[in-house]
Structure formats: structure tokens, C-alpha cells
């Protein structure tokens, strides 16, 4: 089953939802004390993140996001996956579709440690914008935007990210506003 034919047709504007982001500390200075969690405790303790939590159950990566990692994961709010399509994650969550949930999935995640400062970086050494190959083996897009960094997807959808630098043992979590979809 292709991604389009799962999703139609997405628009970037269903995919803005902004909805509250993970009660941790934001610097990685003050996030020394949330440091013993892994990318999976702090993300199952959110309160914004029970529909990903499910997702990632269901796609049998929780003990993956759970080793030592490195990873940076940009987590989308349960706002942002109640702007698919309706019954989009109803399906998705089904057995038979656990290679395409694996895919998107991993789509939001990156190998290493990369903190906002380092995204930063990328974008503006590559004048504007800067190619992220993430755990999928596909590409996002990053952008800066009204001084926030913007994810663009393989499929032209955008998303925020709406918290940044949640540094965990394995890891660092970056809040997003949208799922990005790949091809």
C-alpha cells in the first residue's frame, strides 16, 4: 500500500495543530536531572504524546528508542496526529500496516544527538536550508521560519517544531506541530 493512497491528500493546513508540548525542562542544562530517562520514558510520561506512545507500541519500536542510541526524535503532538485524516491511525496501528507505520515512524527520528543549535547550524551552512537523512533512509527538509525551525517533508507537508533540546540519556526529543510523511 503506497502513503498517498493511505493519506489522499493531506493539506499542509490540516497538519498545523499546535497542542501543548512534554512538561520537561527545554535547555539541556536544566534537563541534567531528566537525563536518566530515555527517549521512550519521557515521551510515555507526556501527556502530548499518547497517540505516538501507541504508534510506536504497535510498530514494535519502543525497545529500539529505548537502547543507548544516540537518537534525536521529532515527536509530533497527539493534535498533530488527529489533523490526518480521519481513521488515518486507526489503520495505521493495524498489524497489516506495521511496515508503513515503521517507516513513518522513523521518519522522525535521526541517528545522534542533534540539538536545535546544531539544526541551526546546518540550515544556515546550507544557505536557508538543510537535507536531514533520517533513520527511514529518507530526507526532510529544514528551514528556518519566523526564528522557529520548520521540517518540510518529501510531500511538501510542514511542521514546527514547537519545543526544542528535551536532552534524554540516548537522546534529545524536539517537539513537532504536524507528522511528517515521507514518500
Known amino acids: 500500500m503506497k502513503l498517498n493512497a493511505l493519506f489522499g491528500a493531506v493539506s499542509a493546513a490540516a497538519l498545523f495543530a499546535v497542542a501543548p508540548a512534554m512538561a ?4 539541556e542544562a536544566s534537563s541534567v ?5 530515555t527517549i521512550v520514558e519521557a515521551v510515555v510520561a507526556s501527556p502530548s504524546h499518547t497517540t505516538l506512545v501507541a504508534a510506536a507500541r504497535a510498530a514494535g519500536l519502543g ?3 529505548a537502547s543507548a542510541g544516540p537518537f534525536t526524535v521529532f515527536a509530533p503532538t ?3 496526529f488527529a489533523a490526518l485524516p480521519s481513521g488515518t491511525v486507526q489503520t495505521l496501528v493495524q498489524p497489516a500496516n506495521r511496515a508503513i507505520l515503521t517507516k513513518i515512524l522513523t521518519y522522525h527520528v535521526v541517528a545522534g544527538r542533534v540539538a536545535a543549535a546544531d539544526v541551526i547550524a546546518l540550515i544556515q551552512a546550507g544557505g536557508g536550508s538543510a537535507a536531514i537523512t533520517t533513520v527511514s533512509g529518507d530526507t526532510l527538509t529544514a528551514s528556518l521560519r519566523d526564528g522557529s525551525v520548520i521540517l518540510t517533508d518529501e510531500n511538501g507537508g510542514v511542521a ?7 536532552f534524554q ?5 524536539h517537539v513537532t506541530d504536524a507528522v511528517s510523511l515521507p514518500n
Do not use: E, F, K, M
Not at 520537561?24 to 535547555?27: G, K, L, R
Not at 514546527?160 to 528535551?166: N, S
Open 24 to 27: 520537561h525542562p527545554s535547555s
Open 33 to 37: 536531572a531528566q537525563s536518566r530517562q
Open 63 to 65: 525497545d529500539t528508542l
Open 78 to 80: 497527539d493534535a498533530a
Open 160 to 166: 514546527t517544531v514547537i519545543q526544542a533540546d528535551l
Open 169 to 173: 540519556s540516548n537522546g534529545v526529543i
